[in-house]
């Protein structure tokens, strides 16, 4: 069994069993059954702790993590808020792979950037979003509009992630080109570096389509 060695199961604090548990999963995807049961369980623990798995294994093999979108997607409404945090960060590693579910979502992630309280939450909502646009002009489409939103609300605090989706879809966003080019040129003035050198990298890619 795969759950033993989950840290909430073995009385840690530490992520070094939900590592071992990934490792676990990534040699035998079967074992990934049993994160899915883990997922549908009660207790918040150990919910968090497959849903750190999840994550853990998406950042290597996406697509295995792909099937538990639907169970990942309807965690996103739990009070606990390592749950929701480790969820969207897997829904947002696995977005590409996962394009029809995510879409089908944005209004959940919308709602989820607008009044959740975890800055993380919010942050992997966008991400999630940006990783949506890049997958082709269609879901560009739909995902702008979040993005967009995404420079100004909460106090820019999430502008990064929202300028980092829209360098990745600039491909897919062809007639938004003044529009973005007029963004980056705004956002490079912030007074903070990571929105300046996101914006940067907005306008460099920007400047590579326009020359080719």
């Given at each position: 069994m795969v759950l033993q060695y989950l840290s909430s199961q073995m009385g840690e604090r530490s992520e070094h069993g939900n590592r071992k548990?990934?490792?676990?999963?990534?040699?035998?995807?079967?074992?990934l059954d049993e994160i899915r049961k883990g997922l549908l369980q009660n207790d918040a623990d150990l919910i968090g702790d497959c849903a750190e798995v999840c994550t853990m294994v998406a950042e290597q093999e996406p697509e295995l993590i792909s099937p538990l979108a639907d169970i990942l997607i309807s965690l996103l409404a739990n009070n606990n808020t390592r749950v929701r945090w480790e969820s969207m960060h897997s829904l947002a590693l696995i977005a590409p792979f996962t394009p029809e579910l995510i879409a089908e979502a944005l209004p959940t992630l919308e709602s989820i950037f607008r009044n959740d309280k975890s800055t993380i939450v919010r942050d992997y909502a966008i991400i999630a979003t940006g990783n949506l646009a890049q997958v082709d002009p269609a879901y560009a489409k739909i995902a702008y509009p979040l993005l967009n939103l995404s420079l100004t609300l909460h106090a820019t605090k999430h502008a990064k992630h929202g300028l980092d989706g829209f360098r990745k879809s600039v491909i897919h966003l062809q007639d938004k080109k003044t529009e973005l080019e007029e963004i980056a040129d705004i956002f490079i003035q912030s007074p903070r570096s990571s929105i300046q050198g996101a914006a940067k990298s907005l306008k460099k890619t920007l400047k590579t389509f326009s020359s080719t």
């Amino acid at each position: 069994m795969v759950l033993q060695y989950l840290s909430s199961q073995m009385g840690e604090r530490s992520e070094h069993g939900n590592r071992k548990a990934a490792m676990l999963v990534l040699e035998n995807p079967s074992l990934l059954d049993e994160i899915r049961k883990g997922l549908l369980q009660n207790d918040a623990d150990l919910i968090g702790d497959c849903a750190e798995v999840c994550t853990m294994v998406a950042e290597q093999e996406p697509e295995l993590i792909s099937p538990l979108a639907d169970i990942l997607i309807s965690l996103l409404a739990n009070n606990n808020t390592r749950v929701r945090w480790e969820s969207m960060h897997s829904l947002a590693l696995i977005a590409p792979f996962t394009p029809e579910l995510i879409a089908e979502a944005l209004p959940t992630l919308e709602s989820i950037f607008r009044n959740d309280k975890s800055t993380i939450v919010r942050d992997y909502a966008i991400i999630a979003t940006g990783n949506l646009a890049q997958v082709d002009p269609a879901y560009a489409k739909i995902a702008y509009p979040l993005l967009n939103l995404s420079l100004t609300l909460h106090a820019t605090k999430h502008a990064k992630h929202g300028l980092d989706g829209f360098r990745k879809s600039v491909i897919h966003l062809q007639d938004k080109k003044t529009e973005l080019e007029e963004i980056a040129d705004i956002f490079i003035q912030s007074p903070r570096s990571s929105i300046q050198g996101a914006a940067k990298s907005l306008k460099k890619t920007l400047k590579t389509f326009s020359s080719t």
